[in-house]
């Protein structure tokens, strides 16, 4: 009877001891800093109480937490990490540590905390979400994979269906791409994004009836780019040119064009026999076509060539680079080329002078400009 008197006076004992030297939490004070979003003020008033050697999973968390709203991802996955070590299969932790690693660019580790949310959750559709964003390829397989499982769990959520539409795509899937897109919308019909997503691939299925009568409905909530491009092809497969035609003219007006664009709308003025039109529209789509730096990069070959000594080859490609475009520095660099290299005196003043001709910048190539028409007086006075 003395011993257990004895043990319940010691444990009264040890109860008020830590009574008294439990930290205090002004309650007031953070509920203040929680209320105006003062994030990183509330983690370090928790620090100042609880210090940093803690082993109490709550507050731990409770400060992960803070400084995760903060921004402060370091000291959130140093207290998040504290608290996982005490609860290794919290999902909430599992995610937030998940999170950090992500927006940190630590991908490797941010699928190592998803994929054990889903060893302890195997139908979480959020965490198979989160995995297949990690991966940035559409033709990659284990986004298709972690695609293929969150849209079986919620076939009805819009952006994995528009994910796992555009992978399907990527393999060239079109009837599978289509279907994704065909129920989600079904569960969302008013989702324009959807809608939108749906377009190219009915184009692909030949369902040209569907895009365009879907297509006119989208362009009167705006002319989006993609709608337009979708639709005139819808027009232009079903024969109807002229109304390609005006849809694609939309997107020169907005300087969206593009090489297909271009060549559609040369297609069309050719079924319209507007052989002039489409002729000029053949040579836009032939012009978007080439990079306008092609030359450039000629000219670039060539003086690689030029300084191996391989000199036809170097001449072959200067003069390719001017059939892109006439630049200048390429006409200068061609009569460099044949007064030092060639020493072909009457070629070299040509190019010379076609240099002058093509008038290259008075500010940033008078040295150049200067040496030119030195030459050309010198190469005058040699014949």
Known sequence: MKTLLLLLTLFSLNLTLFAQNAPAVDKEKLFDFYQ???????AQYLKSIYGE?????????????????????????????KAYALQPQNLPILFSLGSINNKRGNSEKAKKYYGEIIKIDSNNFNVYKLLANLYSLPTDSMKLI????????????????????EVHSAYQQYE???NVLDIAIKGDSDNLFLQRAKLPIANQLKKYAEVI????????????????????KAYYYTKKYQKAI?????????AMQNEATLYYTS??????????????????????????????????????????????????????????????????RMAVFYDTRLKQGKNA???????????????????????????????????
């Open 213 to 232: 009568a879907s297509g006119e409905k989208l362009l009167k909530d705006g002319a989006d780019a993609g709608v337009i491009k979708d639709v005139a």
């Open 53 to 81: 050697e803690l082993n109490d999973f709550k507050t731990l968390s409770q400060i992960g937490y803070c400084f995760l709203m903060a921004g402060n991802n370091v000291e959130a996955e140093k207290f998040y990490s």
């Open 36 to 42: 105006s979003q003062r994030y990183a003020d509330a």
């Open 246 to 254: 005006n849809l694609f003219k939309l997107l020169e007006v907005q």
């Open 176 to 178: 599978k791409a289509y």
């Open 267 to 332: 297609l069309s003025y050719r079924a319209l026999k507007n052989y002039a039109q489409a002729a000029a529209y053949t040579q836009k789509t032939i012009d978007e076509a080439i990079s306008p730096n092609t030359s450039s990069y000629y000219s670039l070959l060539g003086l690689v060539y030029e300084e191996n000594n391989q000199l036809s080859m170097a001449n072959a490609a200067y003069k390719k680079g001017l059939q892109f475009k006439v630049v200048p520095a390429l006409y200068y």
């Open 349 to 383: 003043l040509k190019y010379y002078n076609l240099y002058l001709k093509s008038k290259p910048s008075i500010m940033d190539d008078k040295e150049e400009i200067r040496f030119t028409k030195d030459r050309i007086a010198q190469l005058n006075l040699t014949d």
């Open 146 to 165: 972690y695609l293929l499982k969150a849209n079986s769990i919620n076939p009805l959520e819009g952006d994995v269906a528009a994910d796992l539409a």
